[in-house]
């Protein structure tokens, strides 16, 4: 973990950690502020995060009680 003012001072050595694949956590006043994290992985998480989300029309026809709704709709 760094505070600010050293990750700052040293702020290759953060990226270079984090592309080896050690996200960097970064504090600020002593308190979690940041993570930094390669590219690649910033990409995996997003892409991980958009293929466990359905369509907003899918939550909504998920709620219960609606079912009357839904096969009205479809």
Do not use: C
Request: without cysteine.
């Amino acid at each position: 973990m760094w505070s600010l003012q050293d990750a700052k001072n040293r702020f290759s050595a953060v990226v270079d950690a984090a592309i080896a694949g050690a996200p960097q956590e970064v504090t600020r006043r002593g308190k979690p502020a940041v993570v930094v994290l390669s590219a690649a992985e910033y990409a995996r998480l997003v892409a991980a995060a958009g293929a466990e989300r359905g369509s907003f029309a899918e939550h909504l026809l998920g709620f219960p009680g609606l079912e009357d709704e839904r096969d009205r709709l479809r």
